[in-house]
């Protein structure tokens, strides 16, 4: 590690969140999000221009905010880092760009990030009193990674040590709650809207497919599952708020479901020692559960992040995934040549 990388000012523009945020270690003394959710919610979903524009606008006062928050100055962060991929293009641009004015402008040296890292690693931050985070990590461990654009097992190693055991084939399970969401003609975001509403339904009104129950590998597909639910509202016509609620409920199911079978497999194949879990849709309840209800049966313990902010997009988990790599000595050679990269794997990291 670089002499003191231990105050870290983190930058994320991956999608539509403008993020930064200031550690120490891998305490959080700020995680400011910016969100754009108002502003993409008439185009039921996020407008790339607009995306750009809007992080164009925030990243200044965000970085501004986000020192504050901390109570430091520019001065006395000892490196910068910023979510490098993967993400939407247009994006990404606006926060390794600035990452990098930063960066030659106060003369720190530079880290580039991976989005899904940040997920993977997201248990392992701590409050700003030191509470919560994994004080004793055990390796190996399986990470479900589970966002509106990925869906992703990953067998860790170590840090920095990480291999891609499973992924969507189609659509990512966000995605996919987002669609069914929109078939029942529910509020954007979809995915929160349709999880909000399954609480009040009936998950056993509906028999809806679990994608890939016998398929024996640790890929995901929710392309068939989305169409049943396609043919299911035409069949039925106009449905009235119970038989939403139940819907929502039922197809709920068959998702979560999906998601706990491929990660039982998972565990079964790795024996792994612990199990980490990340992502915006984590945030769903009855994901949290069954997850923690099954791992709980192969004795396997769960870690989830302290804080809902570090589920969803944010800068948090970017400085905390670079303290990690800044003691690996991972730290951008040229800063003046980094560039986005939408398609970034998490292998090899």
Do not use: W
């Not at 819907?247 to 999906?258: L, P, Q, Y």
Request: with cysteine.
């Amino acid at each position: 590690m670089a002499k003191s990388t231990k105050l870290i000012l983190a930058i994320d523009t991956s999608c539509d969140e403008t993020a930064a945020a200031v550690t120490k270690g891998v305490k959080i003394l700020s995680n400011i999000i910016a969100s754009q959710t108002q502003i993409h919610k008439k185009y039921g979903g996020v407008e790339p221009l607009m995306a750009k524009r809007e992080h164009q606008r925030l990243i200044d006062p965000v970085v501004g905010k986000s020192l504050e928050q901390a109570g430091v100055s520019i001065e006395e962060i000892d490196a910068i880092a910023v979510t490098q991929g993967p993400g939407l293009a247009i994006a990404l641009e606006i926060g390794v760009d600035k990452a990098k004015r930063l960066a030659k402008k106060y003369d720190k040296p530079l880290i580039a990030v991976n989005h899904m890292e940040g997920h993977l690693i997201s248990a392992f931050a701590q409050d700003k009193d030191g509470s919560f985070g994994i004080s004793n990590p055990e390796f190996p461990a399986i990470g479900l990674l589970v966002s509106g654009g990925h869906t992703e097992l990953v067998l860790m190693k170590n840090f920095g040590k990480y291999e891609l055991v499973g992924q969507t084939l189609d659509d990512a399970a966000g995605e996919c709650f987002d669609k069914v969401a929109r078939i029942l003609d529910l509020d954007y975001p979809g995915g929160p809207a349709l999880s909000k509403l399954a609480k009040k339904g009936d998950e056993n009104a509906f028999d809806f497919p679990i994608p890939m129950k016998s398929s024996g590998d640790l890929n995901f597909s929710f392309s068939g599952l989305k169409t049943a639910c396609l043919y299911a509202s035409q069949e039925l016509g106009k449905l009235s708020r119970k038989q939403k609620a139940d819907f929502a409920a039922s197809f709920e199911k068959s998702a979560v479901a999906h998601l706990v079978n491929k990660l039982s497999t998972a565990v079964r194949t790795y024996k792994p020692k612990m199990v980490l879990i990340g992502g915006g849709v984590i945030n769903n309840e009855k994901l949290q559960e069954k997850i923690k209800k099954e791992m709980g049966y192969a004795d396997t313990p769960v870690y989830v992040p302290f804080n809902n902010n570090l589920l969803t997009d944010n800068a948090a988990m970017i400085a905390v995934a670079a303290y990690y790599m800044a003691k690996r000595g991972k730290f951008v050679k040229d800063p003046s040549k980094l560039d986005r990269v939408p398609n970034l794997s998490l292998e090899n990291s």
